[in-house]
């Protein structure tokens, strides 16, 4: 058995400059889907050559992750805790965000010369407010460090949390979060039928990139968040076409949200600490 479809929201566009933009969540009907904040779909798009890049340079952070899922292009990150890469096409970045940081994700110097198609999952993950003040870290993992497990007709890449399969045993993401969240990127052939975890008593979170499936016979709609029922343990998705999808649950943490821009925590009080923090240079600094 599996869990079913209850409520499909479309990604409203909104796009950023040049860069194409789509975000399922918060939107119409539904403001977030706890602990899941908020996902930005950039792309697909192609640039061209000597293009301007990604526009997102040093910005602060506060008591929330964030999980970039690098599917087409390069993403170049900064941030004022040390941390500097490039990730990939297949690659993610991860950042706990916590007590604070500044960081900036903009594009490679090659990739603005040269340019190239560019898509980007951004997800923002909440923290409870017990590691709302954590240390902050980050981890970039290139397309080769992603544990990949492959179904017949289909393709696992396991990010963090488990996956049990019959033919692989139970394999483990490479990321240990913080709150036992659990992420993937499912890619779909024609006519494969998979069954993804779904835990009693956490939320799934299920955004059709693209691509054509169904659940328990209702299709999924392409650049859709779909909520689903809290009724099984697995989730099984059929492939009527290729699709890919960004897949994941975790436990709700049923706690308020008091969120400001590039700020998440439970209070007013705290999201105003947050801002005076930030203009006392507690997040540290790095070169615009």
Known sequence: MTRTVLQQFPAQRDDIGDLITRRPLPGPGIEQLDPFLLLNHHGPQTYPPNNQGLPFGPHPHRGFETVAFILKGELSHLDSGGHESIIGAGGVQWMTAG??????ELSPQS????????EILQLWVNLPGRLKMTPPAYVGLQGADIATITEPLAEVRLISGEYVSDGHGTRRGPVESLTGL??????LQPGARLSLPAPLGENVF?????GEAEIAGTPLQSHHLIKLSDTHDTVTVEATGPATLLYGHGAPLSEPVASYGPFVMNTREEIQQAFADYQAGKFGHIAS
């Open 99 to 104: 007590s604070g940081l500044v960081h900036a």
């Open 111 to 118: 990739f603005k010369r040269e340019g190239g198609p560019l």
């Open 182 to 187: 659990c992420l993937m990127t499912v890619h």
């Open 206 to 210: 299920l955004y059709v990139v693209d």
